[in-house]
Nanobody
Framework: QVQLVESGGGLVQAGGSLRLSCAAS????????VGWYRQAPGKERELVAT???????NYADSVKGRFTISRDNAKKTAYLQMNSLKPEDTAVYYC??????????WGQGTQVTVSS
């Protein structure tokens, strides 16, 4: 069982950058696939990026080339580096972790607001 806490959200102007962190506790972090999701008001939660324990990544087309997902298994932390932010990136960002055949674990979310 893993617990997740996101941090690093905030207010930023369009074109700026933020780095989100997802700190894990309570389990062996390297066994989990980590995903970053986001949900804007009135919209469905959408997948932003995923990273496996071995470092294989996938990105949504909307963020490809701008966002980078990474992880430090020794620190039990995953990151989402967000560059060239756009107003449409405004959302609550959630960290997710799951082991093979296991349940999805969610953090509480962190707000990212990008002003135009």
């Amino acid at each position: 069982q893993v617990q997740l806490v996101e941090s690093g959200g905030g207010l930023v102007q369009a074109g700026g950058s933020l780095r989100l962190s997802c700190a894990a506790s309570g389990s062996i972090f390297s066994l989990y696939v980590v995903g970053w999701y986001r949900q804007a008001p009135g919209k469905e939660r959408e997948l932003v990026a995923t990273i496996t324990g071995g470092g294989s990544t996938n990105y949504a087309d909307s963020v490809k080339g701008r966002f980078t997902i990474s992880r430090d298994n020794a620190k039990k932390t995953a990151y989402l580096q967000m560059n060239s932010l756009k107003p449409e990136d405004t959302a609550v960002y959630y960290c997710n972790a799951a082991r093979r055949s296991g349940p999805n674990i969610w953090g509480q979310g962190t707000q990212v607001t990008v002003s135009s």
